[in-house]
């Protein structure tokens, strides 16, 4: 790839909200007859290295897929692989995130991790609640589905409790009862790896994201990556159903 991609970006039309399934670890790691979880440690790097890039190119909100609600199905070992991880990587990352400027933001049901890392998660939210920069979300615990039933049964709570006049109900009303309702929708949906799917993630909230694929294994990910997608979304003309 050419390296100096970034000169070709259009500062003004950079996406606001890019939204990444970090997939492939698993694969990297097993192409270098490694142990998974080596994947997943090599995997956090590119975190660092994208969350910092997307930080100085402006973009407002990067959301990262990091732990789905059906990823409790794999072995216990490489799931407590995965939360030791992120514990360490707030312990060391969270002061240079603040020094940044960075909001942290979760998504997703965290009352289920290890205490640890709910810990964490408090306190590298509760640092960097006033920042101004990049907010970045990582979905953790989340499944859509999920999210779209909790707010369905918020909704009825809600209306039981006469709450809600039906006539209140629309997509606005809907989104506020979501995990996401303080992000803008996706402006890109990102997945590396080579799959082809969106495994139970933002499906209310990409209703009109452009999708962008690439065989990468998420931990090979790099910031030329990065530009080179700004730059292909640059190149699409997003109609929303209207015409040019
Ligand atoms: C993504 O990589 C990380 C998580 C899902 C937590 P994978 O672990 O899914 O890697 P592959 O898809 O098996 O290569
Ligand atoms: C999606 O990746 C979840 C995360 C990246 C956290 P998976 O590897 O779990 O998805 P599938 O099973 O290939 O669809
Ligand atoms: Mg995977």
Redesign the pocket.
Known sequence: MEKNTLNYIDKNNIPNHIAII??????WAKKRFLP?TF??KA?VETIREIVKECSSLGIKYLTLY??STE?WKRPKDEVSA?MNLLIQYLKKEIKELHENNVIFNTIGDISYLPNAAIEEIQKSKEVTKDNTGLTLTLALNYGSRNDIKNAIVNILKDYKNNRIDIDDVDEEFIRNYLSTKSLPDPDILVRP?GEYRVSNFLLWEIAYSEFWFSDIY?PDFRKENLHKLILDYQSRERRFGGLK
Request: hydrophobic share 30%; charged share 20%; aromatic share 12%.
């Open positions: 970090m997939d492939g670890n698993g694969r998974r994947g997943h995997g990091a732990f990823n995965l790896s998420w």
